[in-house]
């Protein structure tokens, strides 16, 4: 089936040079872009009631540009100073330059792994297995990293610093796609959230990810395009390919 209508679940790019601007123009498709989810902080009451004193600690672990946003902001709200000796653990080096916006920027005490996973960063936090790590997180999370930590004998805290909710629209606003994109299992509950009685049909639902994928054959849909894979790394990719197929 040619498709005509697709709805990213991002952002809408900020700059004209992305590549699903060039997909649009090659091969004469609408490509409409609506956030499924955001994110919004705790408040410093919900977070007290974890328990957790943040200088306790005297290393953070930001595997987001959201964790470093909230877990900053939260700081501020709470009236904790954070000391110039804290220490930060980075999945990628663009993560860890995102700190400069809240702190001076020194190599001595920011390090960065180097594929934006856990398991590039873990060797460095080894190598200082003696600072006490703290690890913000959203409210929708899994173990990994804790187990993660725990399997490398390292002392760490693992707290909820802001949420990921669905964003709503009007049922009107999401009818008519030909395709739909996802990048989160979040994603899906919020696709059950706004359609309730949504019935696949001819729709083609694709997605990025592992955890995503599952999610999507959990809710009792069709997965009809899958990415990264060997040949499509990204998900533009992925996209790129499929549409070669279908809008011959």
């Known amino acids: ?139 929708v999370h899994n173990d990994e990293i804790a187990t993660m930590l725990d399997g490398a004998g390292l002392q760490h805290t693992e707290g909820v610093m802001y949420r990921t909710v669905s964003h709503l629209y009007d049922p009107s606003e999401l009818a008519g796609y030909d395709m739909m994109i996802f990048f989160s299992p979040a994603g899906i509950v919020s696709l059950k959230e706004n359609l309730p009685n949504f019935e696949q049909g001819d729709t083609k639902i694709a997605c990025f990810g592992p955890t995503t994928a599952a999610a999507i054959k959990e809710a009792g849909l069709r997965l009809d395009l899958e990415a990264p894979t060997a040949e499509a790394p990204s998900m533009t990719m992925a996209l790129e390919q499929y549409l070669a197929k279908t809008n011959k």
């Open 1 to 139: 089936m040619k498709l005509s209508k697709i709805l990213v679940s991002q952002p809408k790019p900020t700059s004209d040079k992305s590549p699903y601007f060039d997909i649009a123009r090659k091969y004469g498709v609408e490509i409409d872009f609506k956030q499924f989810i955001q994110v919004e902080a705790l408040s410093a009451k919900e977070f007290r009631a974890q328990r957790i004193n943040i200088l306790d600690y005297t290393a953070i672990v930001f595997t987001s540009r959201h964790a470093i946003d909230h877990f900053f902001g939260l700081c501020a709200e709470l009236r904790v100073q954070i000391p110039e000796t804290m220490k930060y653990f980075c999945v990628s080096e663009t993560i860890s330059l995102y700190i400069q916006k809240y702190v001076q920027y020194r190599k001595r005490k920011v390090f960065f792994g180097t594929n934006g996973k856990m398991d590039t960063l873990l060797p460095l936090m080894v190598r200082h297995k003696a600072e006490k790590y703290f690890v913000p997180l959203s409210s």
